[in-house]
């Protein structure tokens, strides 16, 4: 009976995934020239002539605004709120809009602003939004682009400008793609750490470090230094937040910012390229060196020294130095409060969390390896762009430290040597401890799917990478099996300060590496602050969905400075408005189930990851496989021969999108 049931199983499997057609297809007006998905469960697409906004469960086009054409770069999503900002340039004249995703109607607009949204933060309790625009920011693919952001920070609700800022000097920006014969492309700032506002004060990352009052843009600090080495991206780390300080590095040193003075109190100077910072109780682990994408072709380049180090954040000195990574050093995890893991281009190695000293090593044979997680099964989970293997890590007490490369803070720190750490964990972390000491048999299951052969190299590497990426899209946090990350989220969550930048976005053109060290910061929260349709109903929408709904008039009973109403929303340049076409209840209904969307967005885990390669008999032809990363075993598989090298997933409705020409279509993620 179980094998009749598993071989028609595998039958219904075989022929969905032979005969599969479009779950959807929505024919737009012209040619697709971006989509993105949002946290809602809405696509919005532009083509030549049109920005449109598509219901990612059903293809159903909730709105149109004629906009001529426009580019990626003009659309840019208010995290945490429902809305997006659209900026249109039109010559002497340029315009930003604050639109209502849901309906598409116009919240404000102001025209004292030019050029597109490439990075944000907001702060919807001081009605505060600081954008960072770039005035026509296209070139030629593959050549040096450079130009001069301006600043602006506006009240959130209505759009007017509190104060401005140009930078001084022009700065190298990104491509928004790689690949080949592109043409004219957008560049972006996405090689660049997105503003942080925090505290009252607004902190910058493009020239240095410098932090402003945000109400007024005096200036309160500045360091200048060079972000970027050599042409890389990303190269300094994401600042860190505790109660007391915002930790930014910059030119190899960690500057502590104290949060209620905005003054350093301690430099830690001579770590190298800082890439990656986590913080744990009263001690900041800094990763320095790693791997970079390359902003001339978008391929991945090694930046030494290589190591881990850790920093005393009430005296800053540093406690310890790892210097035992070879060439090509990933991100790093936690397996628990006593035990860091790396992996460079040969091993696997297990670090001491309190002495620096490597207590476990084993070979991954994991060709150019790029990163490494841990699963449910606390499994250290080592991977490439065609490869993954996940290994039973060696526990922090089964060895003494021989063989290991530390370099001591002082050779007569005796405080150091003995010093106990103080961990404050996430409530939600737990360790699994390992079921295998290490050896032969640490391995518990590879995985290896490579790309096809067929097709031009650069476009199939390009798909291929992207098929990867998409797990670190969302996921990562449960799998990393700590939120070590989450403790400097949570409190950046408390002081209600999001920011965006197109890394969620545009994550295909990164390497794997920088993506794994930023997986846990990219989250979604169970509230939202509404200026359109989602305010106009908030208990109601509150009580059904379970997503607290905060508009600007109940804002902790007010926003700082006044009580503020909500604006009057225009619909004048919105065409085919679904929503309109609703009765109320109609329209509860529908407003719930994006509400819904984002709820399970908000609770999803990172459990798959996908890549493209040729799939076996009966299939025969090219397409994703979803490799589960608990077990190791090929659970998902999606029919898309030839993606466009945009296409993204949705998760919560097991859907994949991509276009062709002027069709916006979804495909079934089959569970096998």
Not at 243 to 249: I, P
Request: glycine share 8%; hydrophobic share 40%; aromatic share 8%.
């Amino acid at each position: 009976m179980k094998v009749i049931v598993f071989l028609l199983c595998n039958l219904c499997l075989f022929a969905a995934i032979s005969h599969a057609q479009p779950a959807w297809q929505a024919n737009l007006d012209s040619k697709i020239h971006f989509y993105q998905t949002t946290d809602f469960g809405i696509v919005l697409a532009g083509t030549e002539q049109s920005l449109y906004a598509v219901d990612g469960q059903t293809g159903e086009r909730l709105w149109r605004r004629a906009t001529g054409r426009i580019e990626e770069t003009a659309v840019t999503p208010v995290p945490d709120t429902d809305l997006i900002l659209f900026s249109k340039d039109e010559g002497s004249k340029s315009r930003l809009e604050a639109v209502d995703l849901i309906s598409g109607s116009r919240i404000w607009q102001s025209e004292k602003v030019k050029g597109d949204v490439l990075q944000l933060a907001v702060d919807p309790i001081n009605d505060l939004i600081a954008v960072i625009l770039v005035k026509d920011p296209r070139g030629n693919a593959g050549e040096e682009f450079k130009r001069k952001p301006i600043l602006h920070v506006l009240k959130l609700s209505t759009g007017e400008e509190l104060w401005k800022r140009e930078l001084d000097s022009d700065i190298e920006m990104m491509p928004s793609r790689f690949g080949e014969n592109l043409g004219e492309i957008a560049y972006t700032l996405d090689n660049y750490r997105a503003p942080l506002l925090i505290d009252g004060r607004l902190f910058l990352f493009y020239e240095g470090a410098t932090s402003y009052d945000a109400q007024t843009g005096k200036e309160k600090e500045r360091e200048k230094f060079k972000i970027n080495e050599s042409g890389l991206a990303l190269t300094e780390a994401d600042p860190v937040i505790d109660d007391e300080r915002v930790y930014v590095s910059g030119r190899g040193k960690i500057r502590a910012v104290n949060r209620r003075t905005g003054t350093v109190d301690w430099k830690a100077d001579d770590l190298g390229i800082c890439a990656e910072m986590a913080l744990v109780g009263k001690t900041l682990f800094v990763r320095t060196g790693g791997q970079f994408t390359r902003l001339k072709d978008g391929e991945i380049e090694s930046k030494g020294p290589f190591g881990v180090s850790a920093i005393d954040t009430t005296t800053g000195k540093t406690l310890w130095r790892y210097k035992g990574a070879d060439k090509g050093l990933t991100n790093f995890v936690f397996k628990d409060v006593s035990t860091i893991l790396i992996a460079d281009k040969d091993d696997l190695i297990t670090i001491n969390t309190e002495t620096g000293k490597r207590i476990g090593k084993l070979e991954h044979k994991i060709e150019k390896v790029q990163f490494v997680l841990i699963n449910e099964g606390g499994q250290a989970v080592v991977g490439g762009r065609d490869e993954i293997a996940a290994f039973r890590s060696v526990p922090p007490a089964s060895a003494g430290g021989r063989n290991s490369s530390i370099i001591n803070a002082s050779d007569t720190s005796e405080p150091n040597a003995k010093r106990s750490l103080s961990y404050n964990l996430d409530s939600a972390f737990s360790v699994v401890p390992p079921a295998y000491a290490g050896g032969s048999d640490s391995e518990v299951w590879r995985v290896r799917h490579k790309a096809p052969s067929r097709g031009a190299f650069r476009v199939i590497a390009g798909i291929a990478l992207r098929a990867t990426a998409l797990y670190f899209r969302y996921g990562g946090l449960a799998t990393s099996a700590i939120g070590f990350a989450r403790t400097g989220l949570n409190i950046g969550s408390a002081i209600n300060s999001f920011r965006w930048s197109g890394l969620k976005t545009r994550f295909g053109s990164f390497d794997l590496t920088t993506l794994a060290s930023n997986s846990a910061r990219n989250y979604v929260t169970r509230r939202i602050y509404s200026f359109g349709s989602l305010g106009n109903t908030p208990n109601l929408l509150n009580r059904v969905s379970g997503i607290e709904i905060i508009t600007p008039s109940n804002i902790r009973g007010r926003i700082i400075g006044s009580v503020v109403d909500r604006a009057t929303p225009s619909r004048a340049d919105v065409q085919e408005n679904i929503l309109e076409r609703l009765d109320p209840i109609r329209q509860v209904e529908r407003l719930s189930n994006y509400l819904l969307r984002r709820k399970r967005l908000a609770e999803l885990r990172g459990n798959f990851m996908y890549y493209y390669t040729d799939l076996p008999k009966p299939f025969d032809r090219k397409g994703l496989v979803g490799v589960n990363v608990h077990t190791g075993r090929d659970s998902r598989y999606v029919l898309a021969s030839d993606p466009d090298d945009g296409f993204v997933t949705d998760e919560t409705v097991n859907l994949l999108y991509w276009a062709d020409g002027s069709r916006l279509q979804a495909l079934d993620i089959v569970k096998r």
